[in-house]
């Protein structure tokens, strides 16, 4: 298991800590064939709360609440438990807020009442054609070119970035470049992270001046125009909110595809029906994002808070890995029978409480017509012999590499 790297903190006696450590455990590094869904599971069987060591970019620890009820517990109280974290400054050596992720209540209420309607049911109804035609074109593009695709590469992630595109109102010839800052952003190095942060600051910049002048009808021009506390937004927090959209929005929804693609590559029999009863979809998306959800929201308490006989002392982090809470058995019988006609299937991919993630249903929209036009346009699809996908845990799960082919 892992190796156990910074200072055990003195509030916190050797039997609370935990020997998992969700940045470098070995069955969250990224390797062939991994099943960190798994492995994390594995935790439902040990204790409800423990404090694992050096569990953040800065090699901080923080304690884990692994059921369901006490994660709902902290995921709803932000004045015990604050989102503030700058993660996305970080990467700039700069201290602001994302918003509304890294806000408190009652600050953060304002801002969600904001946000809500650009992202509500009925406007993503509004983008739904475009999301099918992108679908659509990146699939004819991948048959076009033979019979197997990397699908993270080849569809997923760009898929996912040229939706985020169209709601912000960049065009899509920009798309290649996005999809490598977000690459860099997501997934390499510090040095790599902090030039593509600042890249993508400064193009949302430039379109929010442009958006100011010359408003049309997407989220950046939104936003310019809105009004909060009687008040026109600054250009400050239009780019908190507008990076929080980028990083939100692009591995989240890739994941989730690209766990749903490896399931249905390894298990022929779902995969054939739900290309022959598509209607299916909807209900199967839900469940196949309980059993593979990918982020653990973390939290940094603001007083000293008692769980299970355990002290979180303020300043602590706690993380709440939604991959435990969704395979609670106390939630959701027969947790690791995937089903894919389960109902009432209440699920915590998206999180709890009043950051639950606005973009739901966007994101769900994105998985299901992804999956059914994938379906419906490319016969039965397996994983390629001889290239394993690469699969990763950590604080967004997520697969690396993963090649399909079919006759
Ligand atoms: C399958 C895809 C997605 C998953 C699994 C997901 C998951 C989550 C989770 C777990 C949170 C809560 C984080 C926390 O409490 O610390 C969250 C928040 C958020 N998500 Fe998503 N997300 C997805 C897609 C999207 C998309 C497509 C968008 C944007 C269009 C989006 C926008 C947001 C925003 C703005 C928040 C912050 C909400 C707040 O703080 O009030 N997400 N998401």
Redesign the pocket.
């Known amino acids: 298991m892992a190796t156990l790297a910074s200072t055990r903190p003195a509030h916190v006696p050797e039997e609370h800590l935990g020997d998992f450590n969700l940045m470098d455990d070995p069955s969250m590094l990224p390797r062939p064939n991994g099943e960190p869904h798994a492995a994390i599971a594995k935790l439902l069987d040990g204790p409800p709360v423990f404090y694992s060591l050096n569990n953040t970019r800065n090699g901080e620890g923080a304690w884990f609440v692994i059921r369901a009820e006490d994660q709902r517990r902290v ?1 709803q109280d932000g004045e015990t438990f604050s ?1 503030n974290r700058n993660i996305f400054a970080s990467a700039l050596g700069e201290t602001w807020p994302t918003i ?2 890294e ?1 408190d209540p009652p600050e ?1 209420g304002k801002w ?1 009442s904001l ?1 809500n309607p650009p ?1 509500s049911p009925r406007r993503v109804m509004n983008l739904e054609p475009f999301v099918r035609q992108r679908a659509v074109e990146l699939i004819d593009e991948i048959k076009a070119r033979g019979n197997s695709c990397e699908v993270m590469s080849e569809f997923a992630f760009p898929f ?1 970035v040229s ?2 595109l169209q ?1 912000l109102g960049i065009p899509n010839d920009r798309l290649m470049e996005f999809v490598g800052w977000a690459n860099d952003l997501l997934h390499s190095t510090p040095e790599a992270r902090t030039k593509a942060a600042r890249t993508v600051i400064a193009y949302l910049d430039d379109l929010q001046e442009l958006r100011r002048r010359e408003p049309t009808d997407d989220f950046m021009s939104f936003v310019t125009q809105a009004e909060v506390d009687g008040r026109k937004l600054t250009q400050h927090e239009v780019k908190q909110m507008s990076v ?2 980028f990083i ?2 692009l591995d ?2 890739a ?2 595809l690209g766990f749903d693609f490896l399931y249905l590559a390894r298990n022929l029999d779902d995969q054939a029906l739900l290309r022959a009863e598509p209607q299916r979809l909807t209900l199967a998306a839900e469940e196949l ?1 309980r059993a593979f ?3 653990t ?3 940094r308490a603001t007083r000293d808070v008692e769980l299970h006989g355990r002290l979180i002392k303020a300043g602590d982090l706690v993380a709440c890995p ?1 991959m435990t809470a969704n395979r609670d058995p106390a939630e959701f019988p027969e947790p690791e029978k995937i089903d894919l006609a389960r109902e009432d299937n209440r699920h915590v ?3 709890y ?8 249903h ?3 929209r ?2 299901v017509i992804g999956l059914e036009e994938f379906l419906a346009r490319v016969p039965e699809f397996r994983i390629k012999e001889g290239v394993d996908p690469i699969v990763n845990g950590g604080f967004v799960f997520g697969v690396e590499n993963l090649v399909l082919t079919w006759n």
Do not use: D, K, N
């Open positions: 995921l989102s509304p992720l806000l953060h969600r946000l992202l996912a939706i985020f709601f929080l959209l939100a929005g989240t929804v994941a989730a994002m959800p990918t982020v929201p973390v939290r939604s991919a998206f999180a409480g009043p950051h639950r993630c606005l973009g739901s966007l994101a769900r994105e998985v």
